[in-house]
T-cell receptor
């Protein structure tokens, strides 16, 4: 069965510091992968998606970037965090019918 | 902009009653429709998906789709306190992405 992992689970970072969030998927090959952000009390905002190694599509211009160095690894990064980057970051993969399955998430607080 | 609209709630229902959640979408070409449940502090969990007009039942959950009216709903029968959560509607048009509604918060009163 497929499993999706995210780490860290929680993170507190000062403004201006760098960020690296990691997502890995097990049990499937060449999945479509997604990064979302959910601000407190808000809906899901799609940040990036990837259909293959090295293929990244950005949905929202901002100070975040994504990379997919391996088939089942998706990384979200920032060089300098802003207060507005606080939120719940979710990684997801999609199945054969385009349904998406989410990882446990990383709760980021920028102070 | 592909929009998905949901009543934010909160929707409060007594235990054992039917909870009815509604979702409308703007893109008439939308092809697939999904319902997710999200407990507070947790990630969304897929409940059901539906592609064709009509009803689809899975246990206590029924999804209803009306493409002509651009409307999809979720019924939760025999609501339980464990159903208290935020329910997200998601819609896929013709690409790899899903558009999510902001969610409806449901509270089941014991």
């Amino acid at each position: 069965s497929q499993t999706i992992h995210q780490w860290p689970a929680t993170l507190v970072q000062p403004v201006g510091s760098p960020l690296s969030l990691e997502c890995t998927v097990e049990g499937t090959s060449n999945p479509n992968l997604y990064w979302y952000r959910q601000a407190a009390g808000r809906g899901l905002q799609l940040l990036f998606y990837s259909v293959g190694i090295g293929q990244i599509s950005s949905e929202v211009p901002q100070n975040l970037s994504a990379s997919r160095p391996q088939d089942r690894q998706f990384i979200l990064s920032s060089k300098k965090l802003l207060l507005s980057d606080s939120g719940f970051y979710l990684c997801a993969w999609s199945g054969l019918r385009y349904e998406q399955y989410f990882g446990p998430g990383t709760r980021l607080t920028v102070t | 902009q592909k929009e998905v609209e949901q009543n934010s709630g909160p929707l409060s229902v007594p235990e054992g009653a039917i909870a009815s959640l509604n979702c409308t979408y703007s893109d008439r070409g939308s092809q697939s429709f999904f319902w997710y449940r999200q407990y507070s502090g947790k990630s969304p969990e897929l409940i059901m998906f539906i592609y064709s007009n009509g009803d689809k039942e899975d246990g206590r959950f029924t999804a209803q789709l009306n493409k002509a009216s651009q409307y999809v709903s979720l019924l939760i029968r025999d609501s339980q306190p464990s159903d208290s959560a935020t329910y997200l509607c998601a819609v896929r048009s013709n690409d790899y992405k899903l558009s999510f509604g902001a969610g409806t918060t449901v509270t089941v009163r014991a």
